[in-house]
Every structure is written in C-alpha cells, then in structure tokens.
C-alpha cells in the first residue's frame, strides 16, 4: 500500500522543513503552495517533496486540490505547523496491513508557550479525520474551520497515538491567525444568515472565552489557558463586528463630508 502525505502552505518558510522531515518514511509528499515568496518552495522542493502553486479561495477548495494530486492507497493531511510523530508513523503503517476503517481522526498534542497544552480544548485535539482511504472523503467548501464528507460506508476511527502541532511561533503571529481567520468566518456566518449587534457581538465573545477558560478547563493551564481563552475572545468578537461592518458599509466614502 503506498502513502502520500500532502501538506498545505503559504510564506512557512519557518515551519516547513520540520513538517516535511516528519513524513519523510511517506511514498509520496505534496505541498499545496498558494504561491509563497519566502523560500518555502525551495525548501520543500530540496526535501524531495512534489509541489504544486494554486492559488487560495478557501481552506476546503484548497484541499480537495490536494486529495486530488496525491497518487497514494492511502492519504496523510498534515499542516506546516504539524509534526508526524515516530508513534504515529508506526500506528498508520500497522492500520494498512489490515484496516478496520477508511477514515481515520488523529488527536493533536499542541505546544504554546513552551509548554505542552492538557486542557483549554487543545488535546485531545481533532480536526477534520488526517488518515484515510483515497476516495473515502472529501472536504466542504467552507473557507475556513472546513468539514468532510465520509463517502465510505464506515464509521470513522481514531489513532491512539498524536500528532504534534506548533500552532503559532510568537504572539505576532497568533494575533495575525486571529484576524484572518476572523475575516474568513464572516463568509460563514452570512451563510447562516446570522444578524447581530454590538451587544450580541461581545456576549459570543464572552462565551467563547468562558467556554474554553472553564468549562475546557484552561485554568488548569495556567497563563498559557488564559491566553487561549482570551484569544477566542478576541478571535469571535471581530468575527461578529467584521460581519456588522460589511453589513452598515462603513468602508463606503460619504459624498459629502461636512
């Protein structure tokens, strides 16, 4: 059975050679590039891994591109920012010699402030199933935060063991993740037709922050849980005063100022 690993990137100059050296035991490596500038293709390329420049319109599209070129059995989805650890190497390669399911989740161990995170949501953390059969499923076409669609008449399964995340490098670089990604769930809450306030705008803040601080146990987390929190805070308030912006047209220039 041969694996292929495909790797989503823009401008991760910094983080993509540690990912790629992850899943060099891999038949195959893909890296989706959105056209980097910052020498991320040149690193990739001198790692061995295939690449292929197309150009962003929304997480989902951008993986199914990816599902796409990969020429694999079997598909491995991993982030710049994501490391294949050696116990998930040897769980994926015991799963193919005879596998009990075509879609597979992989709980995530992330790494904030030089720590690794147990509480605040973050592990186990899951995102969309990373290990499964080609053909098996395909993501939505949501821009950001997007689905899957199982095409396999199974149920999903789980790895024991974890892949490991380095979501963000340094506070710049959380703040700047905050607000695109705040900017790309506009789209999704206009498809849900939401209509909001600023009252309203700050309480979904407020619940995204009382949510990940106690009721997923940040606290126990210390500064580290605080900070994430806080984060989602900040990350759901603009996400709600974005959509009310688009929605008054404050950005229109008045014809008359006076």
Known sequence: ????????????????????????????????????????????LALGAKVFHIEFTGYGNLRNSAIKKCTGDWILSID???RCSKEVEIEIKEIIKNPTYDIYKIPRKNFFMGKWIKYS??????????????????????????????????????LKNSIWQIPFKNFEEMIHKANKYSSLGVEKLEEKNKKTNFFFAFLHGLWAFIK?????????????????????????????????????GWSKNPNNLK
Request: hydrophobic share 40%.
């Open 1 to 44: 059975m041969k694996i292929s690993v495909y790797i989503i990137a823009f401008n991760e100059a910094e983080k993509i050679e540690d990912s790629i050296k992850s899943v060099l035991w891999a038949d195959e490596i893909i890296l989706i590039d959105s056209y980097s500038s910052d020498g991320t293709t040149e690193k990739a």
């Open 80 to 82: 710049a920012d994501e």
């Open 121 to 158: 949501g973050w592990y186990p953390n899951f995102r969309q199933p990373q290990f499964f059969k080609k053909g098996a499923m395909i993501y939505d076409k949501k821009p950001v935060h997007e689905g899957y669609i199982n095409l396999s008449n199974k149920e999903i399964g789980k």
């Open 212 to 248: 990940h601080y106690i009721f997923k146990l940040g606290f126990m987390d210390g500064a580290a849980g605080f900070i994430i929190a806080f984060a989602n805070f900040e990350g759901t308030f603009y996400r709600y005063l974005k959509l009310i912006e688009k929605n008054a």
